[in-house]
């Protein structure tokens, strides 16, 4: 059997992890060897709040004080490199799931919950993200991958926390997805 028929056969292969965690890495590392700095996906949500904030309430957006760094006159706050990065994830993994074949719009859940339940845990779940990410200038895997990039201590304590607890929360949350 060759390689074609299997992964029309099976929809579900995908990159060796491994070589998957290779090219992250590389990113990381080409993007601290451009921009100085890593990369960092909750910037561009900045961005677009403050953007959108700034348009339906200007005068509330000038004299809030965190707005108002963000907010310069014949600049917006989408041009910034942090947009465009989210913008090429997005359009990166579109491409990605249509070249193989597997783009289709469905809830993938345990049948021990409805997908009504799976989609309100996961917008429950984004919206915290989202909120901590903000509270922590900046995302837990973004700290975590930029910083052990640098060797950073804190970087190395970051991925230990969100494996660790991603590990301790597992024992109260499998009966969702086992």
Aim: glycine fraction near 14%; include cysteine; aromatic fraction near 14%.
């Amino acid at each position: 059997m060759n390689k074609l028929s299997k992964i029309k056969k099976n929809s579900h292969i995908y990159w060796n992890p491994y070589f998957g965690g290779l090219m992250l890495g590389l990113v990381i590392l080409f993007t601290f060897y451009v921009t100085g700095r890593g990369p960092g996906a909750s910037g561009a949500f900045k961005s677009t709040i403050v953007t959108v904030v700034d348009d339906i309430a200007p005068t509330h957006a000038e004299n809030n004080a965190y707005y108002n760094r963000f907010i310069k006159k014949g600049d917006s706050p989408m041009n910034t490199w942090l947009v465009y990065e989210a913008l090429g994830l997005l359009i990166g993994g579109f491409l990605s799931g249509a070249l193989s074949g597997r783009l289709k719009l469905y809830v993938q859940h345990s049948p021990k919950i409805t997908s009504k339940k799976r989609l309100i845990v996961a917008v429950i779940g984004g919206i915290a993200f989202g909120l901590g990410a903000q509270l922590a200038r900046g995302c837990t895997s973004g700290a975590g991958l930029s910083g052990m990039a640098v060797l950073s201590l804190g970087g190395f304590i970051t991925v230990l926390s969100i494996f660790g607890s991603g590990y301790a929360f597992a024992y109260f949350f499998r009966k969702n997805w086992i």
